[in-house]
């Protein structure tokens, strides 16, 4: 008798099993974009949006901006200027691959944190915390950086150490107090999940059917995610293709205010991209009792860049508070106020940086710092935003990221 | 007797001429259109040859001008009439007084200042305004303004190719007085400008600028050419600044390079204005009483200028370090300048008081007076025709220039306007569905919105129907949300999108 009851209620599983994965195979075409409801993960095979898959199965980045050139093809200049060069050219599995690898806390030492959980896509690709947040709830040096078009940048992180989306995500990778994993640990790992041995497979089919996972895969395909991720059809892009009803007269003001010789923000946050990806020295204050962050001085040996950080583009801006390197202000409006406070006015009196030439007094008024808030807030765009995998291929849980 | 009568006819006939001219001036006076007024500006008069050079691709250039014309009287408002100007357009703008910021985010649109009676139009910023004019498109031309009293720029430029900036008299407008940013092909020529606390003309990572027969004093720096390349700067006069002529690579900015500047037939005397260049700006280290000074940029030729009374120093050449601003270093610009020519020049009663490092320098050679001409860091390849002419230091590595003078170079604007990058219908219909609308929008796939497949069968040859959708939606389909406008994107732009996505295949 008891046996008889196992065996209906293993048979009843086993159809319940069949019916859900029947009901996934009808709804699957016209539900999602990525097959996440499917028993086994399968890589998405067209690109994401902003993206034309060429005839070589690459992803090739497209947008309004491409109607447009810029003095020496630098991608910088005014509204209607051409991007920097972009990093694309990934296939749609390597981007889909990276989502997942992005999103899964496996790639860390003790399975607790991913990439994600400091580059959130609900937070802007931030972390909505004054400083990012490792393993072992470890409080790291400066706040996390925006993802959002990462793709047009040369150099990355604050003090701009890296050259490369791959150089820089082998710092949190390996980093004790980050995501504290090793490249033998990484390997191990993934190489130990059919899941994932099967999806590295079909995102570099050109390598032999038995070859286990590389380092440089593993980096690609992130890369190839964090290309993925393009803002450019925010209100400010529509005023710029020439739709000048897409601001309110007080964003044109802002606007206005943004560009103008006085708060000189433009010079430094140039359209496109509002950034020129240069460094700049401009005297940021430190978390309460923190000595000075020597920032871009470390990077190029050179003390003239004491206290220098790259310029963060603004594009979403309105979503990754807090601000600057040290996550010191909690506002766009404290942000914007810094730049009028006097040059150099939050710079301990030991020290002796060579402050930015165009940070000087603009005295503006508060009627012109709420303007320029208003305008940060119009270089919102979250269209591309990518979606979270509903299940990882390590079968880890993602409710647990970002706890 | 017949004599007589030949000189009455003579007078007869030139008494009738007479009365003919006096007729025609009349009449001329009286009923031809415009009289009194200024001319309307030929379209493209920015390849109007300002020398003897080439005048026969100028021709090609002129064109009919067909646009509409606004005037903006005094109590107008300018921007009124810039928010209704299509691009072709003119605005002419007559004598009064004006305070705003006009802002001009079109291609081709033409201010044109009226003067009357020596009476201007006047864009007063009261020191309250930050900027005159603003301008991002191509196309632009400012003329025959006075600017005075604002806070930022008098005119700026934030890319916008093939601009012209004639005519304006610029007082005491904040920073810079004309400042063309990240632009191709323009002139600035005519103008007047001081009292301005940093360069009075920047041309700031431009290429190929003209910059012409513009006075300059009582500013910081008088003319400025800063990270840009093939810049004439010619027949200007700069005086009473604390700089007369710069030439520059400033580090830290995303466009890294200054050459190929000709600096030619200027007047450039008595700079020796005290620097009120703001705390931590390049300027603010300039001494008082230097002419021209190159720092950092490279093959910059120095010809046919007068450069007399400057008390510190006629020419400087410095490489960044000695060049006195304090600015961090950047990897990626080179901070030396090389290959700088100077060819025949006067130069007179330059360096009578030299500041203390030029004078120190000068100690060193037994001479109390300050240098004509002063090269200081590092730096190679220069050359200079005649050195014993004049009081030199730092000169010692100079050899003798290939090249006598540099007539064969009569201007450094383009033969053609700077083109705007030519995009096929196709194109624009793949950068805006790959660019906008994909992320709604998939082939065969459900994202947002209704699948490619679907729309094409609705739509079949009718994208106008389609355009007709995009600008106003109406919620056809239960199973989907509603799509939000996309009347922003150009009438091309919907168009052409609408073509290529009937057109898909996959």
Partial sequence: ?403 | MDKPKKSSILKKTVYTIFLLLIGFFVGYKFFSPNSGDTPLPVKNTLYRSTTNANDTIISDHLEEFNGEIFEVKNGDIIMDAVKKAKPGDLIRVYPGSYSETVYIDKDNITFQGVIKDGNWPVLDGKKELNDAFLYSGNGIQIEGFKIINYKGNGIMGQAGNNFVLRNNWIIDAGVYGIFPQYGKNGLIEYNILTGIEDAAIYVGMCDNIDVLHNEVYGNVAGIEIENSRHCLVENNNAYDNTGGILAFITPGLPIKTTYDVIIRNNFVHENNHENFGAPGSIVSGIPPGTGILVMAADDVIIENNLISGNKNVGIVITDFENGGAKASNDPESDPNPDNIVILDNIMINNGTEPIGEVKALMLTQLSTRGPDILAIGGGTGSTIRDKNKYLTFGLGDFGTPKIDNTKDVASFLLDKPAEPRKVSKKELGEYTYFGVCSGCHAYDIRLIGVPVNIIQMIYKDNPEGMVEYMNKPKNLRDDYPEMPPQNYLSEEAKLAVAEYMLSLKK
Avoid at chain 1, 9 to 20: C, D, N, Q, S
Avoid at chain 1, 76 to 85: F, I
């Fill in chain 1, 1 to 403: 008798m008891k046996r008889l009851i196992f065996i209906s209620i293993v048979g009843l599983g086993i159809l319940l099993t069949f019916y859900i994965i029947r009901i996934s195979f009808i709804s699957i075409p016209t539900e999602e974009y990525s097959q996440v409801f499917k028993s086994e993960i399968e890589l998405c095979k067209t690109c994401p949006p902003g993206f034309q898959l060429n005839e070589n199965n690459q992803c090739i980045s497209r947008n309004l901006y491409m109607q447009y050139e810029s003095i020496e093809n630098k991608g910088v200049g005014g509204l209607k200027s051409a991007l920097p060069t972009v990093r694309d050219g990934f296939t749609p599995q390597q981007i889909d691959l990276g989502r997942y690898l992005f999103f899964d806390p496996i790639l860390s030492a003790d399975g607790s944190v991913s990439c994600s959980s400091c580059h959130d896509p609900e937070m802007g690709f931030s972390d909505g915390k004054t400083v990012g947040v490792g393993i072992h709830q470890a409080k790291l040096k400066r706040a996390s950086t925006s993802l959002w078009n990462v793709a047009y940048l040369k150099k990355l992180f604050w003090d701009a150490r890296a050259g490369s989306l791959e150089e820089q995500m082998q710092g949190p990778l390996y980093a004790e107090d980050e995501m504290g994993t090793t490249e033998d640990q990484l390997l191990a790992t993934l190489n130990g999940i059919g899941n994932y041995q099967r999806l590295f497979a079909d995102a570099f089919p050109k390598r032999k059917p038995n070859d286990s996972i590389k380092l440089h895969e593993i980096y690609t395909s992130i890369a190839a995610f964090e290309s993925s991720l393009i803002s450019l059809n925010s209100r400010y892009d529509q005023y710029a293709h020439g739709y000048h009803q897409a601001l309110n007269e007080k964003e044109i003001e802002g606007l206005n205010i943004f560009r103008s010789f006085v708060a000189r923000c433009a010079e430094c946050h140039t359209p496109p991209l509002f950034t020129n990806q240069q460094i700049a020295v401009i005297g940021t204050p430190e978390p309460d009792g923190l000595p000075l962050d020597p920032g871009a001085e470390i990077t190029f040996n050179d003390k003239s860049c004491r206290g220098g950080f790259k310029v963060p583009s603004l594009r979403n801006i309105e979503k990754t508070a807090p601000y600057m390197h040290s996550g010191k202000f909690k506002t766009l409006r404290e942000t914007v106020e810094f730049y009028t406070k006097g040059r150099g006015h939050a710079v301990p009196e030991n020290e002796d940086l060579f402050i930015h030439w165009h940070i000087w007094e603009p005295n503006l008024t508060d009627y012109e710092l709420d303007r320029l808030v208003d305008f940060l807030n119009t270089l919102t765009d979250e269209s591309f935003k990518p979606k979270v995998p509903e299940i990882l291929p390590s079968g880890k849980d993602l409710q647990n990221i970002n706890s």
